[in-house]
T-cell receptor, first 113, second 113 residues
Framework: QQQVKQSPQSLIVQKGGISIINCAYENTAFDYFPWYQQFPGKGPALLIAIRPDVSEKKEGRFTISFNKSAKQFSLHIMDSQPGDSATYFCAAYTIQGAQKLVFGQGTRLTINP | NAGVTQTPKFQVLKTGQSMTLQCAQDMNHEYMSWYRQDPGMGLRLIHYSVGAGITDQGEVPNGYNVSRSTTEDFPLRLLSAAPSQTSVYFC????????????FGPGTRLTVT
């Protein structure tokens, strides 16, 4: 049972466009939502994270939008560049119970030049 | 700092063989974890540890053992390899919990024939 559902599985965007990846969760106890970026042949690396007390967080071209009532959050990449081509994972964590970070299925993003 | 190191990078096993995947970190992190990455499944937690001498199961622990005798090392043992364990394995560490940045190793690509 996937606790965090991520879509789409793959995404192709033209250079300069906006890339949008969506995630949904069920467990209302989740209180930390990071996004990880993974380049081919490498381990994932933290990109940006948000807590449910804010609806949006922006770091450069990357923005997380968070909708607590809908239990959804999304990653927006503005002015997408070929160097953004990677696999992106959303994740969720709660301090309640076991110390586990739960990941979504991943989205392979390709930015065409 | 070397960060999180994993050995070997690649391994081919025959069904029924056992082996140990090595993971080490030099950042004095208390929390360490093992994930497996399979296409369309994202990153799934196998086992994790919140400190030396303390380990617990993740989502997919069957067929794997771990131990944590030191803060630095967190080896993953495959007891009797099966083709279903063909995957890419990542070790990760963070300061005290998965909240905040998790640092991933470069991964081990394992094939079981």
């Amino acid at each position: 049972q996937q606790q965090v559902k991520q879509s789409p599985q793959s995404l192709i965007v033209q250079k300069g466009g906006i890339s949008i990846i969506n995630c949904a969760y069920e467990n209302t106890a989740f209180d930390y939502f990071p996004w990880y970026q993974q380049f081919p042949g490498k381990g994932p690396a933290l990109l940006i994270a948000i807590r449910p007390d804010v609806s949006e967080k922006k770091e450069g071209r990357f923005t997380i939008s968070f909708n607590k009532s809908a239990k959804q959050f999304s990653l927006h990449i503005m002015d997408s560049q070929p160097g953004d081509s990677a696999t992106y994972f959303c994740a969720a964590y709660t301090i309640q119970g076991a110390q586990k970070l739960v990941f979504g299925q991943g989205t392979r993003l390709t930015i065409n030049p | 700092n070397a960060g999180v190191t994993q050995t070997p990078k690649f391994q081919v096993l025959k069904t029924g063989q056992s082996m140990t995947l090595q993971c080490a970190q030099d950042m004095n992190h208390e929390y360490m974890s093992w994930y497996r990455q399979d296409p369309g499944m994202g990153l799934r937690l196998i086992h994790y540890s919140v400190g030396a001498g303390i380990t617990d199961q993740g989502e997919v622990p069957n067929g794997y053992n771990v131990s944590r005798s030191t803060t630095e090392d967190f080896p993953l043992r495959l007891l009797s390899a099966a083709p279903s364990q063909t995957s890419v394995y990542f070790c990760a560490s963070s300061y005290s919990t998965p909240e905040g940045e998790q640092y991933f190793g470069p991964g081990t690509r394992l094939t079981v024939t």
